[in-house]
């Protein structure tokens, strides 16, 4: 697997919290892709990070990226309902454009009231 | 745009049927990829074209599973002699580059 400490998680926080999920990959990469997935439909992209970037914000959204340990993040600030879905990290398999995603387990987030 | 458009929505097979299930990416896209997702093993890449051409199925299970893109408009993944393990939702996804990947909302396969 191309992902090391990354396995479905499920975490339930309360409305209004933060939250982080991590994710780490074996294989070396440039750009890391945060998917969400709500249930019935399929991966949408929520935030894109590249080795240039070390963070990047989009709204509650936070992504960081540390290619010396091959580590990213995601974080949600203040967390509401309509955050619940399942979070992924996935990365090309190959350093060449248009090579397969690559996906970690995921995390389960669920946020409640 | 409709995005990635994929039917069935859902397919019930009885085991050692076939299921051919479809695919209409995004016009314009010129990859299209098809992953599995099962609770257990995840979202697992089977196969993807680029402008039509096959390109990488190392995800494809060799004797059952096939892949095809006759033309830029669809694309089909052919499962034949279904079997209980093959259960899971099909998603099918295109890309115009080598940024974001756009998924359909997949087809929920279960073998009987």
């Known amino acids: 697997s191309q992902w090391g400490e990354e396995n479905l998680q499920a975490l339930s926080i309360q409305e209004g919290e933060d939250v982080t999920m991590n994710c780490s990959y074996k294989?070396?990469?440039?750009?890391v892709h945060w998917y969400r997935q709500d249930s019935g439909r399929g991966p949408a992209l929520i935030i894109l990070i590249r080795s240039n970037e070390r963070e990047k914000r989009s709204g509650r959204l936070r992504a960081t990226l540390d290619t010396s340990s091959q580590s990213s993040s995601l974080s949600i600030t203040a967390a509401q309902c309509e955050d619940t879905a399942v979070y992924f990290c996935?990365?090309?398999?190959?350093?060449?454009?248009?090579?397969?995603?690559?996906f970690g387990q995921g995390t389960s987030l669920s946020v409640v009231p | 745009n409709a995005g990635v458009i994929q039917t069935p929505r859902h397919k019930v097979t009885g085991k050692g049927q076939e299921a051919t299930l479809w695919c209409e990416p995004i016009?314009?896209?010129?990859?299209v990829f098809w992953y599995r997702q099962t609770i257990v093993q995840g979202l697992e890449f089977l196969t993807y074209?680029?402008?039509?051409?096959?390109?990488?199925d190392s995800g494809m299970p060799k004797e059952r599973f096939s892949a095809q893109m006759p033309n830029q408009s669809h694309s089909t993944l052919k499962i034949q002699s279904t079997q209980p393990q093959d259960s899971a939702v099909y998603l099918c996804?295109?890309?115009?580059?080598?940024?974001?990947?756009?998924f359909g909302k997949g087809t929920r396969l279960t073998v009987v």
């Open positions: 996935a990365t090309r398999a190959a350093s060449s454009s248009f090579s397969k995603l690559v």
């Open positions: 294989t070396y990469t440039t750009v």
């Open positions: 016009s314009g896209h010129s990859a």
């Open positions: 996804a295109s890309s115009p580059s080598d940024t974001e990947v756009f």
């Open positions: 074209f680029r402008n039509q051409a096959p390109i990488d």
